[in-house]
């Protein structure tokens, strides 16, 4: 029958274990992946499964880190995902931590767009670091998601964003998610996607400071080509700043909401 290991087809026995393959492709690999879930060493191979070997603290060979980062995907995921290009407005608190978690799961290119530099009150929530503090976000934040993620594209813009230049630097972008902190920016990027560009969804963020209940946080389908994240009330002001785990929480949900759009699940949420 044939299978895969470490995204190469091969040819082994019928009922064959995971230990005679690890010992015949890669002895001494102290971590079996079969389809997405660690297994022990006497779980049985069926045909069409997918193997990966991994051995702890070694650094694999360029060709073969890119199947590796992925191995714990639900199979057949990531090539779908790799073909995708996603834009990001804003990189701060919501958009630097949608990046990184789509740089993760292997986005192929994602387009980021900010005109602000890395400042010291950033830190308590955003992706950047101490020795980035000056730097424009869209570049900190590029250096980051290559060391992350080297096999995702990203195509940084260092730009003010406004109804004119919104269509040109996310075109092709299947995807749009909105992570501004204004209320005016948040409603001119979303009325820019839907007004010019007819093939694009926004993933959009309302209602996320404090420190709240986590699940007054929802996803909400508004339109054909809108969702909305957050719980729509607890707008940033004196006396409810915004804090990094409710953030986290916000762009979670968008990032998860990008990888079903991406993969078809349009018709619901959550």
């Not at 260092?158 to 902190?181: H, K, M, Q, T």
């Amino acid at each position: 029958m044939q299978i895969k290991v470490n995204e190469q087809r091969a040819d082994v026995a019928d009922g064959v274990r995971v230990d005679v393959v690890r010992d015949r492709f890669k002895p001494g690999a102290d971590l079996v992946i079969l389809n997405g879930f660690p297994v022990p060493p006497d779980t049985t191979v069926n045909e069409g499964d997918e193997l990966y070997l991994i051995r702890r603290g070694e650094i694999p060979p360029r060709e073969e880190l890119e199947h590796l980062l992925v191995a714990r995907h639900t199979p057949r995921v990531y090539e779908r995902l790799k073909g995708s290009r996603v834009g990001i407005a804003g990189v701060g608190g919501l958009g630097s931590t949608v990046a990184v978690a789509l740089a993760r799961v292997g986005v192929g290119e994602l387009v980021i767009a900010d005109f602000d530099v890395v400042e010291p009150s950033n830190l308590n929530r955003q992706q950047y670091f101490v020795d980035q503090l000056g730097r424009f976000k869209v570049d900190a934040l590029t250096e980051t998601l290559r060391r992350i993620n080297p096999y995702v594209a990203v195509t940084p813009h260092r730009i003010l964003l406004d109804p004119d230049n919104v269509p040109a630097v996310f075109a092709g972008c299947s995807v749009v998610v909105e992570a501004f902190d204004r209320a005016d920016m948040k409603s001119m990027l979303v009325d820019s996607v839907i007004t010019n560009m007819a093939d694009a969804m926004v993933v959009a963020a309302s209602g996320l400071a404090g420190y709240g209940p986590n699940n007054t946080i929802t996803t909400r389908k508004i339109s054909r080509r809108l969702y909305l994240v957050g719980d729509l009330t607890s707008e940033a002001q004196p006396g409810n700043g915004l804090m990094a785990p409710r953030v986290g929480i916000a762009a979670s949900h968008q990032a998860n909401q990008v990888i079903r759009i991406l993969l078809g699940e349009t018709d619901d949420v959550g």
